[in-house]
């Protein structure tokens, strides 16, 4: 702890507020919220033992800030909005792109339809259902929703003065509220129906789905008998998720927070008409000081963009009171479960410990493979700097004709495909994959040296070269034309042995086979080559449309746009009669009769 934060705990109010740590940078890792900030903040700074995370966050504090607030709920909304803002590394956080959908249904309409929604509207009078999570389709509840009552899916006002109606009415699939077939309150009959299975009863859909098969299969209406079938496939589906000794009408949301010191995940376990939706794992390096402190955390950021359930199961106990103030819901809390609430926490912890153990093990393999492979490349060959941004080159061409060059990034061992760049060759003549590779490694380290482009103006630490020392050396002589030699390392791999050449010795450096250094070069080398072939193969295609489509007289770039956009490829146009040729805006009979000449050509 340093002199200018001493003095600032001396200094600290005992009032509510929301604190801010920063590091040497200047940068936020860490924001929290307290409802006497000066307990809340001096605790981090004490010599008590902490938990592995909350002391690692510690270790990286060089200065805080802080907010007073006049209440701790206006602390929590004051955090909660600057986490969004900032996304602070040691603080939960929660995407919005992630929401889970759910159905909304707006019985303030008078002839309501059913949504897919993935942002819920609190208070706006409509009903939502879900969320829907892995394994339950909201797509298919909507479809079989289709099938067994007869409620429009059409968008817009329904005023009941259209002319005629949709097909779906011939089909037996809607009441027609369009054309005033049906009143609001027969209407509203067959929503009661909707929402009662939304809410959990499968039993009257089922038999209705039962009979209209049956009912299908006897008009010889085979497939919408086996569309109903499938239907009922998922029925069954959701009813193998019933929770024994639930209620139908139940919902509930359980979660447990586990944690091994350092990382910890909260499992969420949602319960929608005493039906189990769906298991959800959020791996967490929050760095509260308790444990209740972090589950609270993690429900008001869900809770932000998700509908509170009636019930919430929780393994740890935190302020009620505040988190019903900030979701605005007398929702009742049981942190000392029993019976089938015990049950179905149980459940979630398992989840969380497995998933934890598992999420651990993948980590570590994904460091080993890049970060850690890194390191062990930086050792193995020699290289003075750490190789963060590695760029790796190919050249793709067939005969000489359609040359082009790719350049791949890895950053700290892991593809940045935003980074990746593509090159036409411009000036080589002829099969000459040196001069190639020598003009897109040029153009590139010019760029680099403009400062001009989002990629080019990073400083790559590393060359990968796809060769051997031949291909090395002329690489190395265009980093010293432009005097990054000292700046730039190189190396190139070659393919026969997989040996490594560098600038320092003419002996290759021989990497363990299967080593993870070897690897991480082996999967550079062979993006740049996937990479190259795929530009390669998509400037081929599109100058062997252009080539004989081109040819044709009277057929400019417009109106081959124009066959192309209506046909999708070449070929499809020289199988096209004159008929469906002259439907294409700007193609007349003659000229229709010039293209077809282009699949009479190919048959001789």
């Known amino acids: 702890m340093n002199e200018r934060i001493r003095e600032k705990l001396k200094n600290l109010t005992t009032r509510p507020g929301v604190y801010v740590m920063r590091d040497v940078k200047g940068e936020i890792i860490y924001i929290g919220k307290a409802k006497n900030l000066k307990n809340r903040v001096s605790q981090y700074f004490r010599n008590s033992p902490k938990p592995s995370k909350v002391q690692a966050m510690v270790d990286n504090v060089d200065d805080f800030d802080y907010f007073i607030a006049t209440s701790e709920l206006d602390a929590l909304g004051l955090e909660s909005n600057l986490i969004h803002k900032h996304q602070p590394f040691y603080n939960i956080l929660l995407k919005d792109g992630k929401a889970f959908p759910y159905i909304r249904l707006d019985l303030k309409e008078d002839f309501p339809r059913l949504e897919i929604v993935r942002k819920v509207k ?10 829907y999570i892995a394994g339950v389709d909201p797509k298919e509840i909507l479809k079989i929703i289709s099938f067994a009552f007869k409620i429009r899916t059409c968008k817009g006002k329904i005023d009941g003065k259209a002319k005629r109606e949709c097909l779906n009415y011939s089909m037996g699939l809607c009441l027609a509220p369009c054309t005033g077939r049906v009143t609001k309150e027969q209407y509203a009959q067959e929503i009661k129906k909707v929402v009662r299975f939304l809410s959990g009863n499968d039993d009257e859909v089922e038999e209705i789905l039962k009979e209209k098969m049956e009912t299908a299969s006897q008009m010889e209406n085979f497939e919408r008998a086996i569309e109903l079938r499938e239907s009922l496939k998922m029925i069954a589906k959701l009813k193998q998720k019933v929770v024994a000794n639930l209620p139908k009408n139940v919902d509930k949301d359980i979660f447990c927070y586990h944690s091994n010191g350092l990382s910890g995940v909260v499992t969420a376990l949602v319960i929608r008409g005493g039906k189990i939706l769906g298991v959800m794992n959020f791996v967490q390096s929050d760095a509260e000081l308790e444990e209740s402190d972090t589950l609270f955390n993690f429900l008001t950021q869900y809770y932000t963009n998700s509908l509170v359930p009636a019930e919430l199961i929780v393994s740890h106990q935190f302020d009620e009171e505040l988190f019903k103030e900030f979701v605005g819901k007398n929702v009742k809390i049981i942190s000392n479960p029993h019976g089938i609430n015990l049950t ?10 497995e998933y934890l153990t598992k999420h651990l093990e993948k980590e570590k393999r994904d460091y080993e493979q890049s970060f850690g492979a890194m390191k062990l490349l930086q050792e193995k060959v020699g290289l003075k700097n750490l190789p963060r941004r590695m760029e790796c080159y190919d050249i793709s061409h067939i005969s000489g004709t359609n040359k082009v060059a790719s350049m791949v990034v890895f950053i700290d061992g892991v593809p940045a495909k935003k980074h990746y760049r593509k090159f036409k060759i411009k000036t080589v003549q002829g099969n000459n994959d040196f001069e190639s590779l020598k003009e897109a490694l040029t153009r590139r380290l010019k760029r680099y040296c403009d400062q001009n482009g989002e990629s080019f103006k990073e400083k790559p630490d590393l060359l990968v070269i796809d060769g051997g020392k031949g291909q090395l050396s002329s690489c190395y002589e265009i980093l010293q034309s432009f005097g990054l030699e000292n700046k ?12 490594v050449f560098t600038t320092k010795s003419n002996v290759p450096v021989i990497l363990k086979y299967a080593s993870a250094e070897l690897r991480l070069l082996q999967r550079i080398r062979d993006e740049a080559h996937r990479f190259a072939i795929t530009f390669h193969r998509s400037l081929r295609t599109k100058s062997q449309t252009k080539s004989e489509l081109e040819d044709v007289v009277g057929l400019g770039p417009k109106k081959i746009e124009a ?10 146009i020289k199988k096209a009669t004159e008929e469906e040729l002259c439907l294409v805006k700007g193609i007349t009979p003659a000229l229709a009769q010039e293209i077809l000449k282009l699949n009479q050509s190919d048959e001789k």
Do not use: H
Request: aromatic share 8%; net charge negative; proline share 2%.
């Open 344 to 353: 179905l926490l149980k459940m979630a912890r398992e989840n969380a410990e």
């Open 488 to 499: 730039i390392e190189i190396i190139s791999l070659a393919k026969r042995i997989e040996e």
């Open 563 to 572: 066959l192309l956009t209506a046909f999708g490829t070449t070929e499809n």
């Open 122 to 131: 609190k208070n706006d009078g409509a009903k939502y259902f879900g969320p």
